[in-house]
């Protein structure tokens, strides 16, 4: 009988070293897990600090460029004088690396519907892609 009891301590001794070692390994995958978690979040956090976003108007490099920064549209040299906000705007925009000028869109002739007066010419304030396809 002694033998026996001896024989399932043995027994209750191995179960425990085997749930030990099995939650030694949960232990370990959560862990890794909830590294990876905080890894990647600390990388899109410095992505998105940084301003990486690979949009347009970025340099090979990856930062951004005013395609207007050394403009001599009469417009451009004005309006960074007036509205520079406006200015730097547009000059980061797709329009603008595609060498869209202000003209293109905001110069009319002077019984466009809403033209105003301005500096010698007609324009509009607001432009929409109407007036794109009846200027051409």
């Given amino acids: 009988m002694i033998a026996a009891l001896v024989g399932s301590g043995e027994k209750i001794n191995e179960n425990n070293e085997s749930s030990n070692s099995t939650l030694h390994a949960w232990r370990l995958l959560i862990a890794g ?10 990388i899109l956090i410095a ?3 940084s301003g990486s976003t690979g949009t347009n108007g970025e340099s090979s490099e990856g930062a951004r ?16 004088r007036t509205t520079p906000g406006i200015v730097e705007q547009y000059g ?5 690396a595609a060498e869209v000028i202000c ?4 110069e009319v002739e002077a019984g466009y ?4 007066e301005h500096e010698g010419t007609y324009v509009l ?10 200027q051409a």
């Avoid at 897990?33 to 600390?42: F, P």
């Avoid at 980061?92 to 603008?96: E, L, V």
Wanted: glycine residues 6%.
């Fill in 103 to 106: 003209q293109d869109c905001h």
């Fill in 125 to 134: 304030n607001q432009p929409t892609t109407a007036c794109c396809s009846s």
């Fill in 65 to 80: 460029v005013n395609v207007l920064a050394s403009s001599d549209n009469e417009c451009v040299i004005c309006h960074e």
């Fill in 113 to 116: 519907p809403e033209a105003v």
């Fill in 92 to 96: 980061h925009s797709s329009m603008a």
């Fill in 47 to 49: 992505m998105a600090v």
């Fill in 33 to 42: 897990l909830v590294g990876v978690i905080i890894i990647g979040g600390l």
